[in-house]
DNA sequence: AACATCACG
DNA sequence: ACGTACGTGATGTTA
């Protein structure tokens, strides 16, 4: 039995774009009612199983219905550009579906149904509309269903003559003598005033039709509405023919022509790669329909080494080679390694982790940095790998990386995503594999070799494809002397970890338990009750409720208890303090003192930081379990766990440097301001300078207030300045702070030029570069959105910045690591701090190291304006300031 | 799982 | 007029 599907392309479209929030490719393309659209589709095709289906579209400015009544849909908002640019990719969409579409100059996609709908009713077919709009309800006969959306496009209402019946009372023909009275504001059909839905049921369950109700006004019951009536007959009329569908359209389509068997999978995915839907490529067929052979039909094949049969495979280790180190948990420090994906052209294997120890020749061919390797996170892999006095080396492409590069927007690249998109074989996720959460458990051999297997085959096909693009972004650097170096020496660092004085911690444990009871005694008491004071819910209860303090800012759940605003608050009530130093205390308690001591290996007593290099969108690392980068500084009591990181070895020292000012620094540079160069290359305190040049003084009359407040506007050039954010850090009036700015771009005429020329450039590209070509695409940057752009736009301005900060302490960090091994010296960089290197040094080393680690890094990369480092030594990282 | 808060550069 | 500073991760509470 045939069953005709027809589609109102305008209608999803815009039910689509207005249901899902405004998605974007890497590239900056909108995406949104695309994917509705094809949400849509693939539920359409499989539940409703069209023999015949085709999508109908608007077409042409001057709609006949223009004529008859010049307003027409004239209250309708313009489509925005958001929503217009993806016309073209629904088009393609259908046509990768191989669905026949149809428009037709001068005519409405409504139009284009309703004449498809007689012929189809005509030819005694099982015919189903698909719109988000009722007026297509008049459609509706025995043959005709109308599928009504709702939430969106997600789900759909089907609408037979019973329905309706059920649902208004009314025969389908009738919808359009209800639309004449009641109106459509959104086609801007005006109705009868005064006559709403439910009045206009009221009038056609009476009397059935417009016409019928203009004949009998005076038995109409209620005088305003008879008076409406009257005044109206002329409207109501035309109303109704607005509201009508034209069923005798010109439209020459031969129905047989929109004949429909399936899609193929592959064009298909290919189009869904573009669009980057990557949860929708695993709900298609990817076999190409019906002719047999697709072009990956060869089902996947590989092999599992024994301990009998390896030597058999010792000739298919071969280099170059795709390598994944199949692991059972997140953090390589601790997590049992289960085997070995190997991937090459015509070779896919896995090696069991109790075949690969006593395997020689695998063991070999894995620590020979001749034999090339393929990876995906090398890094991982090499400290993995450490922790079991297993060497891996020879990786010479990371896809990992490669992919992160190509898109940093996307934090943390899985192998998963990474082979839908530029590889062949479907790779499962680990958490489809493994299970999530307390449903996470260690699957049965045959399931994990071949997921290992099929990563491994997946960085294979990867690598080429990614290989191009890095070089189409001219990345191939960026990869090869920065990035992959990098993760090498920071395996390095992971894998020697810190030594953390757990008896030191757990002292001042003690300490700070004493000192937070009393203060829980003391706010009980001030509050004159018992609460938890670590919920800000019950804490704002006793301070705006109980207390009536004044609420300074709200949060999307209540009044904001956030430090800013008891600071605020602290005039008003002695608990304000109180409560200030017990959250200050109850975070260094939780997450420095109970968190880091948790870290602390069994094996080596020491932490053993994750580095992660493909998570930030600027470029920067961020570290994690324990996050080493955020340990406490600003105040006294924090910095005091400092103490407790202290060198490995007897008689040691420890030893940090952190660049100045090196973001403005690259602002001088990258803007050629020629102010801020000078200043710098004058060796002058940057903030002291810039309060000389805002506000006209000398050296000697600059206050500290007026450098406080310079400093501040520094930091807000840097983040891509607004008058609202530096008035809200410097608590004075937005205007105030916007006089600031003025001076500021006043005096350095080139930062203001920099600033504008960036987000024009980021406007015309869709995206922002560091001086080594790193890349972060900036979708919204011509968003209609106000706030969605300006965001872009302040990111337009940082990134660069920050990016290029990041670009060059990741260069001092290889050229540090090449040093230390060149001139042999015992010393270990430990930690990075996006500005600050920290290491671990004998005492006989200590001069060399005070001297040659801000060489290094203030060579890192030359720029217009001299880089500078600062180092300290001391006993523990507390003392190296 | 989302939110608020706070630690760092 | 619109409402926010840029980039992270860990913790405790609550829905």
């Given amino acids: 039995m045939s069953h005709f599907v027809l589609i109102d392309g305008n209608s999803i479209a815009n039910r689509a774009f207005y249901a899902l929030p405004l998605l974007s490719t890497s590239a900056g393309l909108h ?84 004449t498809l709908t007689k012929t189809a009713d005509e030819q005694d077919w099982k015919t189903t509309v ?90 109409v019951s209620g005088k305003k509405l008879q008076e409406n009536l ?124 109790d075949v690969a120890k006593e395997w020689k020749a695998f063991s070999q061919w894995l620590a020979d940095g001749s034999q090339e390797k393929w990876t995906f996170d090398g890094k991982r892999d090499t400290v993995g790998l450490a922790w079991h006095e297993l060497d891996i080396k020879g990786i010479n492409f990371d896809v990992y990386l490669a992919s992160y590069l190509l898109n940093a927007t996307e934090s943390n690249p899985t192998l998963d995503s990474i082979a839908s998109q530029y590889a062949q074989v479907r790779v499962r996720s680990d958490e489809e594999v493994y299970g999530k959460g307390a449903k996470r458990l260690l699957p049965e051999m045959d ?62 444990g003690v300490e700070l338990d004493a000192k937070l009871e009393e203060l829980t005694k003391q706010i009980y008491e001030l509050a004159g009750t018992t609460f938890n004071i670590n919920s800000p819910k019950q804490l704002g209860e ?18 904001s208890t956030s430090a800013d605003v008891l600071e605020k608050l602290a005039p008003y009530h002695p608990i304000i303090d109180a409560i200030l130093i017990f959250r200050q205390l109850g975070k260094l308690r939780s997450t420095y003192i109970e968190g880091l001591t948790k870290e602390i290996h069994s094996q080596s007593s020491k932490v053993h930081t994750l580095y992660n290099q493909a998570t930030t969108a600027t470029g920067r690392l961020s570290s994690t379990e324990p996050n080493l980068q955020n340990i406490p500084i600003r105040m006294e009591e924090g910095r005091k766990i400092r103490e407790a990181f202290i060198p ?35 060796g002058m305190d940057i903030h002291t300078r810039t309060a000389m040049d805002v506000f006209g003084v000398s050296e000697e009359q600059v206050t500290s207030l007026m450098r406080r407040q310079a400093k501040a506007v520094n930091f807000g050039i840097v983040y891509g300045i607004s008058d609202y954010g530096l008035s809200q850090n410097l608590n004075i009036t937005r205007k105030e702070a916007g006089d600031f700015i003025e001076r500021y771009f006043s005096v350095f005429a080139g930062v203001k030029q920099w600033m504008e020329d960036i987000v024009k450039q980021a406007k015309q ?56 091994q060149e001139k042999g010296l015992k010393s270990r960089m ?36 001299p880089l500078k480092a600062d180092v300290n030594f001391g006993h523990s990282w507390y003392d190296a300031k």
Avoid at 97 to 104: G, Q, T, V
Avoid at 469 to 477: C, P, V
Avoid at 649 to 674: N, P
Avoid at 769 to 779: G, Q, V
């Fill in 542 to 559: 006793i301070l705006f409720d109980v207390l009536d303090l004044p609420v300074l800012k709200k949060t999307k759940t209540g009044p």
């Fill in 765 to 820: 590209d869709g995206f922002v570069t560091t001086l080594l070509h790193r890349r972060r695409y900036l979708p919204d940057i011509r968003s209609s959105n106000f706030n969605l752009r300006s965001f872009a736009e302040r990111t337009a301005m940082n990134t660069p910045i920050q990016g290029t900060a990041a670009d060059v302490i990741k260069l001092a960090m290889i050229r540090m690591q090449e040093a230390l």
């Fill in 648 to 682: 490995s070895e007897e008689g040691w020292y420890m030893l940090a440097a952190d660049y100045s000012q090196i973001e403005l620094r690259i602002l001088a540079h990258i803007s050629g301001d020629e102010n801020l160069i000078d200043a710098f290359r004058n």
């Fill in 130 to 219: 698909i719109t988000g709009d009722k007026d297509m309800l008049q459609l509706v006969s025995e043959h005709v269903s109308v599928a009504l959306t709702r939430k969106g496009v997600s789900e759909i209402e089907l609408y037979t003559p019973q329905e309706i019946q059920e649902k208004y009372g009314l025969k389908p023909l009738q919808i359009i003598d209800l639309k004449g009275l009641m109106g459509d504001t959104s086609d801007n059909i005006p109705g009868v005033p005064g006559v709403g839905e439910k009045t206009a049921l009221k009038l056609l369950h009476e009397y059935g039709s417009v016409e019928e109700v203009l004949e009998n006004i005076d038995r």
């Fill in 31 to 114: 995406t949104n009612a695309v994917l509705g659209f094809t949400t849509m589709l693939l539920k359409v095709l499989e539940e409703m199983k069209p023999t015949h289906i085709m999508v109908a579209f608007d077409a042409g400015k001057v709609v006949f219905r223009h004529s008859e009544y010049a307003d027409y849909k004239g209250g309708r908002a313009k489509t925005p550009p958001e929503l217009s640019e993806q016309f073209p990719l629904i088009r393609e969409l259908l046509d990768a579906f191989s669905i026949k579409r149809f428009e037709l100059e001068g005519y409405e996609a409504d139009d284009i149904i309703g």
């Fill in 230 to 353: 009257r005044e109206n007959v002329d409207k109501a009329k035309m109303s109704k023919e607005l509201a009508t569908i034209l069923r005798e359209a010109p439209v020459e389509l031969d129905v047989q022509e929109t004949g429909y068997t399936s899609y193929d999978g592959v064009t298909l995915s290919e189009f869904f790669k573009r669009m980057e839907f990557k949860s929708l490529l695993s709900k298609i067929k990817v076999e190409a329909p019906d002719d047999g052979q697709a072009a990956n039909a060869a089902p996947f094949q590989y092999e599992v080494i024994s301990a009998e049969n390896a030597e058999k495979y010792a000739d298919k280790l071969t280099s170059p080679m795709a390598v994944y180190v199949e692991m059972d948990g997140d953090n390589y420090h601790h997590s049992p390694i289960v085997g070995f994906g190997l991937s090459a052209d015509d070779v896919n294997l896995f090696v069991p982790w």
């Fill in 830 to 865: 430990l930690l990075q701090v996006h500005d600050e290197l920290v290491f671990e040094v004998p005492q006989d080393e200590l001069e060399t190291m005070k001297k040659l680690v801000p060489e290094v890094m203030e060579s890192a990369l030359e720029l217009q304006v």
């Fill in 447 to 508: 399931v994990l070799s071949e997921h290992a297997a099929h990563k491994a085959a997946a960085i294979w096909q990867s690598v080429p494809v990614l290989r191009e693009q890095l070089t189409e972004n001219q990345m191939n650097e960026l990869l090869n002397d920065l990035e992959a170096p990098l993760s090498m020496v920071l395996a390095l660092m992971e894998k020697q970890g810190i030594k953390v004085n757990r008896d030191r911690l757990t002292q001042m």
